[in-house]
Each structure stands twice: as structure tokens, then as C-alpha cells.
């Protein structure tokens, strides 16, 4: 998944990106509204962890230009204010969710998980589809009953084709969703991937097409 944060706390915000790439996840961070505000309009996020006192502004004002611009991306916000107005304010605005300062970081990621969970429709993280079991949660991935070890960016690259079967993913689109803004991705790297991939899913049901001059698609055979 990809995620953007919006925390101007370098402390806290290095705290989040170490665990949340830890478990594979891309993770974009602004220290400020306007930042932010770019990131959102040049990227594709799965997810946005939003403080709301920043130095530019409130993160209220983001969220509400977010949600006004039809954007559905989920959205936990922040904050140190632990008052019920604060948060029923948050979530009336359109926030997913809260989390109060301070916080345990397993608290955070699992309040992430259930979000995500909710988007999708899915009230658990497991996909059993094609021959293979996989569960972007606990990092497991099995073809027909045998266990395959993924790394993390190959995990992440499966949860995104799995979430859109049949979609086809240009390598530029693959490589925004796979790499941060400040990673040195390259369509090299995404070859890479994919053949790795490919080579884990054999014996399933599950194919990863090529699509000359425009990208790829995960098929099922059924």
C-alpha cells in the first residue's frame, strides 16, 4: 500500500515511516499543507494520515478541500486534541477515522488495516482466490497449500494486482504505487518484479499477462 503522511513532528513522522516501511509499505511524507496539497495532485494514495495542527494551516482544511474535490481516499486524522467535539468535528468533515496523541504504533497500523479493510469492503485481510492464499496483513502468501516467502515490495506489488484483477497497470503506474517520491525506481526494477512474481504463482490459477505498450494485468483461469 501507499500512504501519505502529513505530520510536521519530524520525530514522530520518522517514528511512523520506519514502521510503516518495515512492513512494506510506501510511505510519501509532508511536513506542511502545501506539500501535502502537491503530493495529492501529482500521486495515486491508498491512504493518508493527517495532523491537524501544522504550520501552514489546519489539517481540517485539507481534509475538507480533499472531500470536495470527490477524492475518496481514507483519511485518519491525528491529533493531540483528545476533546469529543475535536473528533466528531474530524469525522463529520470526512475523516475515516482518529487516533490521539500519543499513540501506540500498533494501535495506528492496526486502525490503518481496519480502514483499508472497510474501503474494500472486507471484513478480513486474507484473499483466497486462483489456487493461492495470501494475506497482506501477516506477509503470507501459499500456492496450493505450500507456503511462498515474498519480499516486501514483491507483497506489495501481489496485493495490488490482486485488489484489481483484470486491471492493467502501465509499469510508470506500478512504479508510482511501489516507490516513494524519493526512491530511484526505474521500469528495470518493475521487470524484475513481475518475473519474480510470476515465478511464485506458478501452479496456480493466477497469471500476470503482459500487455505490449501497455502494461499488466493479473488474469485467473478459471
Known amino acids: 500500500m501507499k500512504f501519505l503522511l502529513v505530520e510536521d513532528n519530524q520525530e514522530l513522522a520518522n517514528a511512523i515511516l520506519s514502521r510503516m516501511c518495515l512492513d512494506g509499505h510506501v510511505i510519501d511524507h509532508a511536513a506542511n499543507l502545501q506539500d501535502a496539497t502537491a503530493f495529492v495532485e501529482t500521486g495515486e494514495y491508498d491512504l493518508i494520515l493527517l495532523d491537524i495542527m501544522l504550520p501552514d494551516g489546519d489539517g481540517r482544511s ?36 482518529y487516533v490521539t496523541k500519543p499513540f501506540d504504533h500498533a494501535e495506528l497500523e492496526a486502525r490503518c488495516r481496519a480502514v483499508l479493510r472497510r474501503k474494500a469492503g472486507k471484513a478480513t485481510s486474507t484473499v483466497e482466490i486462483g489456487g493461492i492464499v495470501f494475506d497482506p496483513v501477516a506477509g503470507h502468501l501459499a500456492v496450493k497449500g505450500e507456503v511462498v516467502n ?38 528495470n526494477a518493475i521487470e524484475v518484479y513481475i518475473a ?19 502494461g499488466y494485468r493479473l488474469d485467473h483461469d478459471s
Open 62 to 97: 485539507f481534509l475538507k478541500q480533499h472531500r470536495a474535490s470527490d477524492l475518496d481516499t481514507p483519511v485518519i486524522v491525528l491529533t493531540a486534541r483528545s476533546q469529543v467535539s475535536d473528533r466528531i468535528g474530524s469525522l463529520d468533515l470526512g475523516a475515516d477515522d
Open 150 to 187: 515474498l519480499r516486501n515490495r514483491e507483497l506489495r506489488l501481489l496485493e495490488l494486482l490482486i485488489n484489481a484483477t483484470g486491471k492493467i497497470f502501465s509499469k510508470q503506474k506500478l512504479a508510482d504505487r511501489l516507490f516513494s517520491f524519493d526512491d530511484d525506481a526505474s521500469e
Open 196 to 214: 519474480r512474481l510470476r515465478k511464485h504463482l506458478e501452479g496456480s490459477e493466477l497469471k500476470i499477462t503482459t500487455l505490449r505498450g501497455l
